[in-house]
């Protein structure tokens, strides 16, 4: 299940704290994760081009990523495509924990494809440093999980950062999805 979060960190607020213009509401708590638009932080910032192209829900059987089943494109959208599978409750993440077989909540981007190289050693790095979610980083030109590229691009794939949610609300937790709410230091961040 360790592999379905992006990065092994969270932060937690109780009820009655506060953090950056965030007060929690009696009888509740903030989760915090890592968004996915950190890796894309992280892409960006050692030079490699990317895009936004897709949120959608992929496919997983048997722990492999299938296809995409449904997806909205990111242009022309204000509100996050991840945030409304989560919130309509399309997703079924806790079945993939359990069997392996189910929906997860995917971001897709695509990168040119002269940073195809660059991208596997970032994402190999971060790997290393047990960050996870990335379920697939094709070649340039070909389809990645059933969808389609632009020239001279490749399609790379993540979890995105409310899967956690979309497992809470799948438990019968009652809780309220905010996608990109703010910026945490990893510092201020347990590891899980």
Not at 11 to 36: H, R, S
Not at 52 to 73: A, C, E, H, T
Not at 139 to 151: A, E, I
Request: glycine fraction near 10%; hydrophobic fraction near 45%.
């Amino acid at each position: 299940a360790a592999n379905l979060l992006l990065a092994p960190y969270i932060k937690v607020l109780d009820e009655n704290e506060e953090y950056q213009n965030i007060v929690v509401p009696e009888g509740k708590i903030a989760l915090f994760t890592i968004c996915d638009l950190t890796v894309d932080g992280v892409l960006i910032r050692s030079g490699i081009p990317l895009f936004f192209k897709y949120g959608g829900l992929v496919q997983m059987v048997n722990g492999k990523p299938l296809r995409f089943v449904d997806m909205i494109s990111y242009e022309g959208t204000t509100i996050s495509p991840l945030e409304l599978f989560v919130r309509s409750g399309q997703t079924s993440v806790l079945k993939v924990v359990k069997t392996g077989s189910g929906v997860l909540p995917v971001g897709m981007r695509e990168i040119v494809a002269e940073a195809r190289e660059r991208t596997h050693k970032i994402v190999s790095t971060l790997k290393e440093r047990e960050w996870g979610g990335i379920l697939a980083l094709g070649v340039p030109n070909d389809p990645v999980l059933g969808v389609p590229v632009s020239m001279d691009r490749f399609g790379l794939c993540m979890i995105g950062g409310l899967a956690l949610a979309a497992a809470l609300l799948e438990g019968g937790a009652k809780i309220e999805t905010f996608a990109s709410y703010c910026l945490v230091p990893i510092e201020e961040m347990k590891r899980i």
